[in-house]
């Protein structure tokens, strides 16, 4: 299942995608956001599938075709985002480039910030920056939407939390960075807003790179 939201209001309007790409349905029925459905994913979910199963046999008359422009991040703001670096070549490289060295602790513990969130970057719109001589640079991430995790639980245990999964455009301010981390004090003005991508799929629709409840994705070198 592919969910998405138009650009209206603060936290957009809720649509159904189908597989395809090709048209959408809102469902001011089931959800009038995203964020109202993941407070009631119980309820929700079946509602939406049902939704998804009858576009997808092209049984909604009044869906409408799919355009990338029309829609802003699945969550145009959030409660919060966390972000963590699951590649440890990446962090070194990061490291090494504003003349930081590699903490032992970090083939241990995960490097995790908690990034900007109460605003979310449309997918296809500008990213705006005071001056481009602070030096900005895109990493395409994986995202993951997940409900109330309890304190505690096992990295096996968290992953039936995880209810839709994204590509998300981290955005970072390379020329901020150095001086920023040296207060001592964390990530803000060197990591404004990012983006996600224009729909949010539940893990069952990634196929093959969805399996045993983890998500396998091809490495690079």
Known sequence: MKLGSLKEGRDGKLVVVNTALSHYVVVPDIADTLQQALEHWKEAE?????????LEA???????????????????????ILDG???LYHV????????AEMPPEFLEDPLMYQA?????????????????SFGIDY?????????????????????????????MNDVSLRGL???????????????????????????DALGDAWKDGKLHLPLYS
């Open 85 to 87: 670096s699951a590649y």
């Open 116 to 132: 900007v969130s109460d605003t979310v970057i449309p997918p296809l719109d500008d990213v705006i920056v005071p001056d481009e």
């Open 177 to 203: 960075i150095p001086q920023e981390l040296g207060k001592g004090f964390g990530f803000l003005q060197s990591k404004p807003p990012s983006a996600f991508s224009p729909v949010a799929v539940t893990p």
């Open 139 to 167: 990493e395409a991430e994986v995202a993951v939407i997940v409900d109330d995790v309890p304190m505690g639980v096992s990295p096996k245990q968290a992953l039936n939390h995880i209810k839709l999964v994204m590509i």
């Open 58 to 80: 092209g049984e909604i008359e009044h869906a409408k075709p799919y355009d990338a422009a029309l829609f802003h991040s699945p969550l145009p703001r959030a409660f919060q």
């Open 46 to 54: 079946p509602k939406l599938r049902d939704v998804a199963k009858r």
């Open 92 to 99: 070194e490289l990061v490291r090494k480039a504003r003349g």
